[in-house]
């Protein structure tokens, strides 16, 4: 028997009306905290059968978040998206503190901070993230060479904008949140931590999902992922 004209009407619209709400949830997370957010997807899909979809993006501009379900990023990369209303006030949670550190390469000693002065620091993160972080080692009396490169060895492309945790060379260091540290051998800084925030998108069609994306990431089980930034010392 064929399905009449208004049976099928009606399941073009179920079909329309369902596909936001079953679609996969769309993550903008900046490059500061991408890998934690990675972490925290997978543990998500583990946990839940529903696996995000994490994408780096530069976070800063109302239009950033266009597109996403939910965006984390370091609280002053947020400002601005915040203040334009482009996120839901009932949908705003501080993930966790990440704290900066002084990183060497993969198998070596952590580099000491007497022995940055000494060492070519690679400059991995800029910007609104990393400004305070410097000023605070300029005051206590850090003055090195900086070189600009991505988070990829050997590459300057997109120097403040990484794609991945760092990859350092043997008389190369950097100053990064833990979140950017991969392998990398680390020694803690006396600076204040990177604060990382998650907030749902307004203009979103999966609330309920963005809410409980959230929920998991303030959970024991979803915090820990996070904070983990994917590094086995940390698990």
């Known amino acids: ?17 369902a596909s936001p709400a079953s679609a996969p949830l769309r993550i903008k997370a900046s490059p500061a905290v991408v890998p934690c957010v990675s972490a925290a997807a997978q543990e998500y899909a583990r946990a839940t059968g529903r696996a995000p979809i994490v994408e780096t993006a530069a976070i800063g501009s109302p239009e950033s978040v266009a597109g996403a379900d939910v965006v984390v990023a370091a609280n002053r990369e947020l400002n601005r998206v915040i203040e334009s209303g482009m996120t839901r006030p009932d ?17 070596t000693s952590a580099p000491s901070v007497a022995s940055l002065g000494r060492t070519q620091l690679v400059d991995v993160l800029g910007g609104v993230v990393a400004q305070e972080t410097w000023r605070r080692l300029a005051q206590q009396g850090l003055q090195a060479a900086r070189s600009e490169r991505g988070g990829r060895g050997g590459e ?20 990064v ?33 963005s809410r409980a994306f959230l929920d998991f990431l303030t959970s024991e089980k979803g915090n820990a992922a996070f904070r983990s930034c994917g590094r086995a010392d940390a698990r």
Do not use: C, K, N
Not at 1 to 17: D, K, Q, V
Not at 91 to 107: K, L
């Open 156 to 175: 300057r492309a997109g120097a403040r904008e990484p794609r991945e945790p760092v990859r350092l060379q043997p008389g190369e260091a950097a100053v």
């Open 1 to 17: 028997m064929r399905p009449s004209t208004r049976a099928l009407a009606a399941l073009l619209l179920l079909a329309t009306t």
């Open 91 to 107: 949908q705003e949670v501080d993930v966790a503190e990440i704290p900066w550190v002084a990183a060497g390469p993969a198998g």
């Open 177 to 209: 949140p833990l979140s950017l540290a991969g392998a990398a051998a680390v020694t803690p800084l006396d600076v204040p931590p990177l604060l990382a925030r998650a907030l749902g998108v307004r203009a979103s069609q999966r609330p309920e999902a």
